[in-house]
C-alpha cells in the first residue's frame, strides 16, 4: 500500500522546513531552491501528490516508466525531468516524454537529443551531469571535460542548456559522506561560475542535493534539490 496523502504532506512540510533552515543558515532565500519530486518505482499517484502538494516537477530516472505514468498523470502541467542515465538510442522517446534532461553527459547524447529534438519541432531543455565528485561508479562527464561538452552543447539549436548537475558519491560513514557532498558541491558550483563567465552563459541551474544531503547542497548555492526517500519512504 502506497503512502496517504496526509502522510506525504507531513513529509513534504518536514522537507520544505530543512530547505527553509539551510537557506536561513546561508542567507539565502527558500523560494530559489526548488523541490523536485523524485517519484521514480513509485506509482503514478506520487507524482499526482507532488502536484496537489503545489509542487512543479517531478524527477524519473527511467524513460519507459515516465512514458507509461506520465499520460495517466491527473496533473497536466506537472513537469516531467529526467534524472537517471539516459543511452542514446532513447534520446527520441526522452525527448517526447520529459520536459528536460539533466543527464547529458556526452557528445553522443547531445547529438541525439539536438536531432530528436529538431525532428519533435521543439527545443529541450538540458542539464550537463558532472562527475563532480570523481566517483568511479557514477555516471556524468568528468571535470575536464565540461568546457568542451558545454561548448558542444552551446552550438545544438534545439537544446537550451539551463545549468549543471551532481550526485555526490556514497560515503563509508556519516562523516565520510558530508564531506564526499560537501565536496561535491562546491566543486560543481566552482565550475559553474566558471564556466558561466568563460562562455558568457547564464547556466543558472544547479541541480544538487537529495534527502541525505541537501544542507550542504543549499550552502553551496543549489537551485534544485532532487528529493524520493524522504518523500515516499524507502524504495
Ligand atoms: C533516486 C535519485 C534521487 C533521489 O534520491 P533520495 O535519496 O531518495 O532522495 C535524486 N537524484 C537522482 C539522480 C536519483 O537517481
Known sequence: MFIAYEEFV?????????????????????????????????????ADYAARYGLRGVGENRVQEAAEKRPVCAAPALRWELIG???????????????RVQSVDSDKLLNHLDRAAAELGKILPVLLQINAGRDPAKFGAELEEAPRLLELALTKKNLRID???????????????????????????????????RFQAPLRELSM??????????????????????????R
Not at 168 to 188: M, V
Open 85 to 99: 542515465h539516459l543511452q542514446s538510442n532513447k534520446a527520441k522517446l526522452a525527448a517526447t516524454h520529459f520536459d
Open 163 to 197: 545549468g549543471l548537475m551532481t550526485i555526490a558519491p556514497l560515503g563509508a560513514t556519516p562523516a565520510e559522506a558530508a564531506d564526499h557532498a560537501q565536496r561535491t558541491f562546491t566543486q560543481l558550483r566552482a565550475l559553474r561560475d566558471e564556466l558561466a563567465a
Open 209 to 234: 542535493g537529495m534527502s541525505g544531503d541537501l544542507a550542504p547542497a543549499i550552502a553551496a548555492g543549489s537551485t534544485q534539490v532532487r528529493v524520493g526517500s524522504a518523500l515516499y519512504g524507502a
Open 10 to 46: 507531513r513529509r513534504a512540510d518536514v522537507v520544505r522546513a530543512q530547505i527553509a533552515a539551510a537557506c536561513a543558515t546561508s542567507g539565502r532565500d527558500p523560494a530559489t531552491v526548488e523541490l523536485l519530486a523524485v517519484t521514480k518505482t513509485h506509482p503514478v499517484t506520487a
